[in-house]
């Protein structure tokens, strides 16, 4: 398998610019999460889907952040407009629905300048 | 709300020493405990994950503990390798939280040839 894909792996955009990252997440999963990981707050979760559903988006840090997963294979995070302070490393992690592991891919690295 | 506290933030050892990275966490009444490596610009890869209901797991050279009445996991490294260098995590799965896991800041280990 190929494990969790993410796309790309590093963004840099400046201040304003609406940015787009991309998760697949590892087929015959039905749980997809979205963390964040700073120096700061280290690693949190932002939004989690059960079954394409979101489920708790309460760590979602503003309006600015919205997330999408139309279907089974593909959801996508999206910043609008972005700010410096939202430069992180963004990941992606799925499990078998409810399952007990987690399973991370590579991350995509955002700066926003 | 569940907090995990991961300490020491670094350690640095040499080559061949047994060690122990400690993981602690508020509230006793979590689903499981993972922890998680993470190589320098890589996502995170997981290395055991202990059931609420057990009290350790082990994986060639490391060994997890849990002791949830006391709020504690151990990760054991037995004779450390330098290619064991990397940040180690904890996460918790609280009970109510759902699918949600709640991180530690990590220990970032150096095993130093």
């Known amino acids: 398998d190929a494990g969790v894909i993410q796309s790309p792996r590093h963004e840099v955009t400046e201040m304003g610019q609406e940015v787009t990252l991309r998760c697949k997440p590892i087929s015959g999963h039905n749980s997809l999460f979205w963390y964040r990981q700073t120096m700061m707050r280290g690693l949190e979760l932002l939004i989690y889907?059960?079954?394409?559903?979101?489920?708790?988006d309460s760590g979602m840090p503003e309006d600015r952040f919205s997330a999408k997963m139309p279907n089974a294979s593909f959801s996508t995070l999206k910043i609008q407009p972005s700010e410096p302070r939202d430069s992180a490393v963004y990941f992606c992690a799925s499990s078998l629905f409810r399952g007990p592991e987690q399973y991370f891919g590579p991350g995509t690295r955002l700066t926003v300048t | 709300k569940q907090e995990v506290t991961q300490i020491p933030a670094a350690l640095s050892v040499p080559e061949g020493e047994n060690l122990v990275l400690n993981c602690s966490f508020t509230d006793s009444a979590i689903y499981n405990l993972q922890w998680f490596r993470q190589d320098p610009g890589k996502g995170l890869t997981s290395l055991l994950l202990?059931?609420?209901?057990?009290r350790e797991q082990t994986s060639g050279r490391l060994n997890a503990s849990l002791d949830k009445s006391s709020g504690r996991s151990t990760l054991y490294i037995a004779a450390s390798q330098p290619g064991d260098s990397a940040t180690y995590l904890c996460a918790v799965r609280p009970v109510q939280g759902a699918q949600k896991l709640v991180f530690g800041q990590g220990t970032r280990l150096t095993i130093n040839p």
């Open positions: 889907f059960n079954n394409n559903v979101p489920i708790d």
């Open positions: 202990i059931q609420s209901s057990q």
